[in-house]
């Protein structure tokens, strides 16, 4: 499949497999965000309905035999190539802190908007305020539990729950 063998081309065939596992991880991406389209189209542990289930119970089971279909010739494409399953995985704690870091910036970024200029009343902006004071109580909580897994944030990174952001530890002893 390969040609040549000298230095060069060993490492064009590693870059190769690198974008071939890049591209495979991406199709498998996207017929998941299918299948979560073709399931349950407003599944309970989301707050938002993301699809209307508009496809016939038909067509809907024809797709997920061809997704199921080429998801398989799509690994055993890689296994014929060599590409792990595993290339590009990341730890799930990170994915797990990063979206929950995330999360925690979003309603910082909520708390320090002006509500009155988009409409609400002080009194209301004060009740929004509040709600997301205890949105960011509940993330911190979770970031808390998801620091305490094997894989945690590099020393020094840890969740203040009082600030609701990332705060920098030296030497223990806090820097801000």
């Keep these: 499949m390969f040609s040549g063998g000298d230095q060069g081309k060993d490492m064009g065939r590693v870059a190769g497999l690198r974008s071939l596992a890049v591209s495979f991880r991406y199709i498998d991406t996207l017929l998941g965000t299918v299948e979560d389209a073709l399931g349950n189209p407003s599944p309970r542990n989301r707050a938002f309905c993301h699809y209307i289930p508009d496809i016939p119970a038909a067509e809907r089971e024809r797709l997920e035999e061809g997704i199921r279909a ?44 002006d509500w009155t200029d988009l409409g609400w009343t002080q009194e209301g902006a004060g009740d929004l305020r509040s709600v997301f004071a205890g949105l960011q109580e509940m993330v911190g909580d979770l970031l808390d539990t998801a620091g305490s897994s094997g894989c945690r944030s590099p020393p020094g990174n840890e969740w203040d729950k009082r600030g609701g952001r990332h705060t920098l530890h030296e030497r223990g002893e806090e820097n801000g």
């Design 70 to 113: 080429l998801r398989e010739r799509l690994t055993g494409e890689m296994d014929r190539l060599g590409i792990s399953s595993h290339a590009g995985a990341v730890p799930a704690s990170r994915a797990v802190r990063a979206d929950l870091a995330t999360i925690a910036i979003t309603l910082e970024e909520l708390t320090r908007k």
